[in-house]
């Protein structure tokens, strides 16, 4: 367990949106007491330019954990696609008074978003399609197990989602 001396970034989720334009990156920071500071945060494309810079936010800590969002319009990302697997890197910092206190772990991340339309599965605007591609992928006893695991998580409604079909040889 990591105690910060001022204030820590513990968790970092990234949430991409291409049909926002939009990045936006969730902290979780905890402050040993109040304090203010700032959070600055990088993109870095695979070979380590800066592809975007967020404008640095002022913060208001409370003693303890909270959350904060950086947020940032993104018009001409790289996206990830399955046959394309485009990564970025998010680098955060937390300054006071000019000095890094805080420095997270970078996260790897593609830029993508996937939502539903009734039956259809869509990504970065495109209908996907996942088809016997992934049986030599896959072994029935794991399929079965996913389909079982999502019916359970979806009350049985993961039909309008996801056909599942696997036989046993």
């Given amino acids: 367990i990591r105690r910060p001396t001022e204030a820590a970034v ?18 979780e920071v905890d402050a040993a007491a109040a304090t203010r500071c700032e959070a600055q945060a ?11 810079q967020l404008p640095a936010q002022p913060l208001s800590l409370a003693a303890g954990r909270q959350s904060h969002t950086l947020r940032a319009p993104w018009v001409n990302p ?5 046959d394309g697997g485009y990564v970025y890197t998010a680098e955060i910092e937390l300054i006071a008074e000019g000095k890094i206190i805080d420095r997270a772990k970078p996260v790897v991340f593609g ?9 259809r ?9 996942l088809r016997d ?4 992928l896959l072994d029935v006893d794991a ?5 079982r695991h999502l019916r359970q ?16 040889d």
């Fill in 111 to 119: 830029f993508r978003e996937v939502w539903t339309e009734g039956r």
């Fill in 121 to 129: 599965m869509i990504l970065n605007g495109r209908e996907l399609r």
């Fill in 10 to 27: 513990t968790d970092v989720f990234v949430q991409t949106s291409w049909r926002n334009r939009e990045l936006r990156l969730e902290l």
């Fill in 153 to 168: 998580l979806l009350g049985g409604r993961r039909g309008d989602l996801l056909d599942v079909h696997a036989t046993r």
């Fill in 42 to 52: 990088r993109i870095r494309d695979r070979d380590g330019n800066i592809a975007l």
């Fill in 78 to 82: 790289i996206l990830w696609e399955p």
């Fill in 133 to 136: 591609d992934l049986a030599g």
């Fill in 143 to 147: 399929v079965v197990g996913v389909d």
